[in-house]
């Protein structure tokens, strides 16, 4: 048994993506492409905005740097996946796996903290066109940002140095495949009810605050927009939001099931844990370009001339 001064020769044991032995060839195949696709997607979504200057507003600061987010997040946790699937070794560091926590723990509130400070911006752009250039100044956008990236590394540094307060017997087989707060506090041998009630206040607190503010702010939008004499002017403010609030939905479904129901007692119960894993922090990520891409005509323009080697300046 070792707590928080354990060395970096203690070890976990990852339950993986599945036990199966005859599924792990098709496993790694599979999360190889999507880990491709979306470190790709993601960072075309980036060049084609730093190097489009129409897209140098608001809404696509946020989308660069929710596509630059993401593409942190899933490299938090798939290639490690990766690696213990071809190594056939399950094997993770104490080290290691706090360390993996911690960035996990970072780029996945910064994705809930950009998901809201979007919906922000839709909001002031659709019910307050007039004032929109002055709230959502350059300045004020990289404030944003900036408290959401410090506010995320607070809270997991938090989460953190909880678990690194607590003890773990050697060899404990974590049930997920990457080290994350539930299964790390289910196989710990020390007492975790204070980390239980810093997830459940702290870590409801970081989910359903942004949650709320988006449902918010869609609320006021759809009103807004359902007094839009136009039904064109409608169909377009719709389209507008409609990519968000599908990245929105798929996102914040499984994140409130994976930290804020209730732990099921199904013996398959770490197989639909992990599912819902992989649909927040691979699913979303690897969907995000698309959804935002296809659904959004400018963007599509901004790939298309990137691809073709047209590149918008300044100076054009």
């Avoid at 938090?76 to 993770?92: G, Y």
């Avoid at 136009?230 to 929105?248: E, I």
Wanted: net charge positive; proline share 4%.
């Amino acid at each position: 048994m070792a707590g928080g001064n354990q060395s970096s020769v203690f070890e976990f044991l990852l339950w993986g993506l599945s036990e199966r032995p005859e599924q792990q060839h098709g496993l790694f195949l599979l999360f190889l492409w999507m880990y491709l696709v979306t470190v790709a997607g993601n960072l075309l979504i980036i060049l084609a905005i730093g190097t489009d200057t129409r897209l140098h507003t608001p809404m696509y600061f946020f989308l660069a740097s929710l596509s630059c987010a993401d593409i942190l997040f899933t490299s938090t946790t798939v290639p490690k996946a990766l690696v213990n699937i071809q190594t056939q070794d399950r094997s993770i560091s104490y080290v290691e796996c706090l360390t993996q926590l911690y960035f996990f723990l970072t780029f996945g509130d910064m994705d809930i903290f950009l998901l809201a400070t979007m919906a922000y911006d839709r909001y002031v752009a659709i019910c307050h066109p007039l004032h929109y250039a002055m709230v959502m100044s350059r300045r004020c956008c990289i404030i944003l940002v900036t408290a959401c990236w410090t506010l995320t590394s607070l809270v997991a540094m938090t989460h953190t140095f909880l678990i690194f307060r607590l003890s773990f017997c050697s060899k404990k087989i974590i049930p997920d495949f990457f080290c994350d707060l539930g299964p790390l506090m289910k196989v710990s041998c020390s007492d975790t009810q204070v980390n239980e009630l810093v997830l459940l206040f702290l870590g409801g607190a970081v989910i359903l605050i942004p949650f709320g503010l988006i449902l918010v702010s869609y609320i006021r939008i759809v009103s807004a927009i359902l007094r839009v004499p136009s039904a064109q002017g409608r169909y377009k403010a719709f389209s507008t939001c409609g990519s968000h609030l599908a990245v929105v939905a798929l996102f914040f479904g499984t994140v409130i099931r994976a930290y804020l129901c209730p732990p099921s007692s199904s013996p398959n119960s770490v197989e639909e844990d992990t599912a819902a894993a992989v649909m927040y922090t691979v699913v979303t990520p690897l969907l995000n370009p698309f959804i935002y891409s296809l659904r959004n005509r400018d963007m599509k323009g901004a790939l298309g001339r990137l691809l073709r080697g047209k590149v918008s300046s300044c100076g054009q």
